[in-house]
């Protein structure tokens, strides 16, 4: 138990978990180099794993600012338990391959959003053909209704 009542309040006003942390600089200043970060920071395809309240989050927000100073580098962080169809997911009444599609779908769509603001940005130098490419994403979102579809068909189809 804390006595002192200020210091009390101050702990209770520190945020928990990093995925719930807006300020870049808290999670930088608050980050304890354990030996992960310069495992993780490369090209390789990798899984991270551990307990929750480990620091998974938290070394992957740190490694992606240092990732975002590099250049024509976007990070883009999504917790996929809020997405729209992250519900969804655990619906047995849904067939698997749209409860699938539509979490995929959610998650370009979010990608989708973050590549439309920086192609936009007037302060941000592109490539002349970023519209167009962050348009054919969109693309690949409207055609996810029908893999849907066609997923859907094709499951109905095989348990019959």
């Known amino acids: 138990m804390i006595q002192d009542p200020e ?3 101050v702990v209770s006003r520190i945020l928990g978990r990093s995925e719930r942390q807006d300020d870049p600089a808290l999670l930088q200043r608050t980050y304890v180099e354990t030996g992960v970060l310069p495992q993780l920071d490369n090209d390789n395809n990798q899984i991270l794993y ?4 480990t620091g998974k989050t ?9 990732a975002q100073t ?3 580098n976007l990070v883009v962080y999504l917790d996929l338990r809020i997405l729209g169809s992250a519900q969804q997911v655990a619906d047995p009444g849904r067939p698997l391959a749209k409860r699938c599609i539509s979490l995929f779908k959610d998650f370009l769509t979010e990608i989708h959003t973050a590549l ?4 936009t940005d007037p302060l941000v130098d592109c490539h002349d053909d970023a519209l167009e490419k962050v348009d054919r994403i969109a693309s690949m979102i409207v055609r996810a209704r029908e893999w849907t579809s066609r997923a859907i068909s094709a ?6």
């Open 116 to 119: 439309l603001e920086v192609a």
């Open 155 to 160: 499951s109905r189809g095989a348990a019959g």
């Open 7 to 9: 210091l009390g309040q």
């Open 70 to 72: 590099r250049a024509d």
């Open 58 to 66: 938290h070394v992957l927000r740190v490694l992606g600012q240092a």
């Open 50 to 53: 551990g307990r929750r309240g």
